[in-house]
């Protein structure tokens, strides 16, 4: 799935981000000395705002158990809406190719599966992240390093020790912007069962091609990470 790691918008998004005290020092450091990885368990939160309203996540990313599990509630598709959706991306199971990923839409009480990207480490940096290192910060007291995609129009902010997420910032073409702020972040999993798929997509979950139109629209790009989520 590729949310990977998505974003946010206008004054008060400007406003939100804000909220992060962000002191950024250019620096002349090299794309390897800058890059970095993130623990192999670890957890957060995190709150998009956009021109469609507001986005809460919860993820809890597993290297160890090669899994991931993405929370999302808010405005997804509209305005004065409010869906919910969960994924679970099981790269331990099945043979290279044929993970499954499944997504569960929980107003409409249906789940799809489709197959899984191959697993890649979320990381800062490396060439297949397709970001520039911007330069240095502080965030709340704490050691960052800036990150941007210029061509997708995203910003990323990263801890450095440990390397985590702390935001993303996208730029829209219409003038836009949506942004991402990520609280609560923890290294390891406080309760595995957050990877047990629910009854419901084992037994009946329909193919990606079943999926409605309206449903796939909520399925958006992850801005969080551009490889892997």
């Known amino acids: 799935m590729h949310f990977r790691?998505?974003?946010m918008r206008?004054?008060?998004?400007?406003?939100?981000?804000?909220l992060v005290t962000i002191i950024l020092a250019l620096a002349s450091s090299s794309?390897?000395?800058?890059?970095?990885?993130?623990?192999?368990?670890?957890q957060t939160s995190g709150l998009t705002v956009s021109n469609l309203g507001s986005v809460s996540h919860n993820i809890y990313y597993d290297k160890i158990g090669q899994q991931v599990r993405w929370d999302r509630a808010g405005n997804l598709e509209q305005r004065g809406v409010s869906q919910t959706i969960i994924s679970w991306s099981q790269y331990n199971v099945g043979p290279v190719g044929q993970h499954p990923e499944y997504v569960y839409f929980v107003e409409?009480?249906?789940?799809?599966?489709?197959g899984a990207d191959e697993w890649n480490d979320w990381c800062f940096g490396l060439p297949i992240e397709q970001q520039t290192f911007v330069g240095s910060t502080?965030?709340?007291?704490?050691?960052c390093s800036v990150w941007e995609n210029k061509l997708q129009g995203f910003t990323w902010i990263s801890r450095n020790l440990?390397?985590?997420?702390?935001?993303?910032?996208?730029?829209?073409?219409?003038?836009?912007?949506?942004?991402t702020l990520f609280h609560n972040t923890t290294v390891g999993i406080k309760d595995m069962s957050v990877f047990d798929v629910p009854s419901v997509c084992k037994k009946s979950a329909s193919k990606l091609s079943d999926m409605p139109q309206h449903l796939r629209q909520m399925l958006l790009p992850n801005p969080f990470k551009p490889s892997n989520l």
Do not use: D, E, H
């Open 5 to 7: 790691p998505s974003a």
């Open 10 to 18: 206008t004054n008060r998004c400007v406003a939100t981000l804000g």
């Open 31 to 42: 794309l390897a000395q800058n890059s970095c990885c993130t623990p192999s368990q670890w």
């Open 108 to 114: 409409q009480g249906k789940c799809f599966t489709y």
């Open 138 to 143: 502080q965030v709340n007291g704490v050691a």
């Open 162 to 179: 440990p390397c985590l997420p702390v935001s993303t910032m996208q730029s829209i073409p219409n003038g836009s912007v949506q942004s």
